[in-house]
């Protein structure tokens, strides 16, 4: 019976030991995978600042990370966003906004004549993204590489809060100024109005982590613009 008892002790302290191992583990889990999105997102918006190009670049708009295949393991892809131009020098290069020709005529979303997929102040994402950047009259996205995604979250579910009706995917750095902008699905530029002006208090991009496990959730924002990025345990 002493026997019995004894065991049943051992059992149930190493029951409680491997939850709290367990949960430890999570929570080291999760705080690597914040940080290294922290870290990708400061190192992304200094690349795009310094604008390396490779060897038969065209210009880029800008460097970029794509959220929308976040699913339950926080998977995301870094990328540039290449232009059709060989360098810098065209209206759309020069704007106020990536890929944005600032004529009354044309508004956020209006189709820009020569220049087929295109549309104003949008970015172009007919389609996925490619190894490298792709020739012709339209832009492409392909993979930046260099950025270890090999860190995932714990089992979780992930959302990313709405901005003007619609779920942001895209986080652009333009090229030299590093200022930020979010894009949508269908590459819609968001916080901006029709006449390509910044709305009043426009949203950041915010990315909520609710793990499965008993962990703090986490919520990652990026600030519009700025590009300025925190993050924060919640219960």
Do not use: H
């Not at 460097?63 to 995301?76: A, K, N, Q, S, V």
């Not at 059709?84 to 906004?97: E, Q, V």
């Not at 970015?123 to 950025?147: H, K, Q, T």
Request: proline residues 5%; aromatic residues 10%.
């Amino acid at each position: 019976m002493e026997l019995l008892v004894v065991l049943t002790i051992f059992s149930i302290l190493g029951a409680m030991t491997f939850s709290a191992f367990g949960g430890l583990q999570n929570t080291v889990k999760m705080n690597e995978y914040v940080l290294t999105v922290e870290q990708d997102v400061r190192s992304v918006q200094r690349a795009a600042m310094l604008l390396q190009r490779d060897s038969g670049e065209k210009w880029l708009y800008g460097l970029g990370l794509d959220f929308g295949d976040m699913g339950d393991d926080g998977e995301y892809t870094v990328f540039k966003w290449c232009s059709p131009f060989g360098d810098y020098g065209d209206i759309l290069t020069k704007s106020s906004l990536p890929a944005y020709n600032p004529s009354a005529l044309l508004n956020l979303g209006s189709p820009i004549s020569g220049f087929p997929n295109e549309r104003n102040g949008y970015m172009n994402v007919e389609n996925s993204i490619g190894s490298s950047c792709a020739s012709g009259s339209s832009s492409s996205l392909s993979v930046l590489s260099g950025y270890d995604k090999s860190t995932k979250t714990p089992k979780s579910t992930i959302t990313i809060s709405p901005i003007d009706g619609s779920t942001p995917r895209y986080v652009i750095f333009e090229s030299v100024s590093g200022r930020t902008f979010f894009y949508d699905d269908d590459g819609a530029l968001l916080n901006y109005a029709s006449n390509g002006r910044l709305i009043d208090d426009p949203l950041p991009f915010v990315i909520t982590i609710v793990p499965d496990s008993d962990v703090n959730s986490r919520v990652i924002t990026i600030g519009n613009l700025s590009g300025k990025i925190n993050s924060r345990s919640i219960q």
